[in-house]
């Protein structure tokens, strides 16, 4: 089945903990993308990767890292995670970039304490 | 600063009704409009799309529209059904001043659908 999966789905940590999140998808699929959702914020673009050691900032780039070593993975790293990084994160994947339809992942809710 | 506005948090529709969705937007360096559906617990879903040539795409109860002149889109739903009930992110494809498209999506806050029986 083609998917996006991201874990954990759910996540309560503490401010300063260096925490990742996974993100695999199976549809050989160049370009992924990090997003969080906010309330009255909708989705708003972290990073993206256009293909294999490809990484460009998006929106709100602060206090996130990505790395794509692997076409299939693209992990989002806090390396000190901050009570303002609480939100709804989503990974999706598509094609190539540009494509209009973008495979999102079920996300991974994050709280930090 | 918010280039694709949804200004209606929610809206709640009778089943059977038209579901009228709205989205603003604030420059023309766009060469798709895109909507996604969101349930709870799941990601986006890509739900329909139009390009920038194009006032109206269907695509059976659902129908996008583009103002261009009024720089509004929307999406109408018809009709509607509870299965409808969720999260709907209007979102635009941005391209650059030579004209190719660079392919960045920006979404908008998102409008939650009620359809009530």
């Known amino acids: 089945e083609a998917q996006v999966t991201q874990n954990p789905r759910y996540l309560i940590t503490v401010t300063g903990k260096k925490l990742t999140v996974t993100c695999s998808q199976n549809m050989n699929h160049e370009y992924m993308s990090w997003y969080r959702q906010d309330p009255g914020l909708g989705l708003r673009q972290i990073y993206y990767s256009m293909n294999v050691e490809v990484t460009d900032k998006g929106d709100v780039p602060e206090g996130y890292k990505v790395s794509r070593k692997e076409k299939r993975n693209f992990p989002l790293i806090l390396e000190s995670p901050s009570p303002n990084q609480t939100s709804l994160y989503f990974c999706?994947?598509?094609?190539?970039?540009?494509?209009?339809?973008?495979?999102f992942g079920p996300g991974t809710r994050l709280t930090v304490t | 600063d918010q280039q694709v506005k949804q200004n209606s948090p929610s809206l709640s529709v009778q089943e059977g009704r038209i579901s009228i969705l709205n989205c603003d937007y604030t420059?023309?360096?766009?060469?798709?409009f895109l909507w996604y559906k969101k349930y709870p617990a799941e990601g986006p879903t890509f739900l329909i799309s139009?390009?920038?040539?194009?006032d109206k795409n269907e695509d059976g109860r659902f129908t996008v529209f583009l103002n261009k002149s009024a720089k509004h889109l929307s999406l109408h739903i018809v009709p509607s059904q509870p299965g409808d009930s969720a999260v709907y992110f209007c979102a635009t494809r941005g391209f650059n001043a030579g004209g190719t498209s660079y392919g960045k999506l920006t979404f908008g806050q998102g409008t939650i659908l009620t359809v009530h029986p």
């Open positions: 420059n023309s360096m766009f060469d798709y």
């Open positions: 999706a994947s598509s094609i190539i970039i540009g494509a209009r339809e973008q495979y």
């Open positions: 139009i390009s920038s040539i194009k």
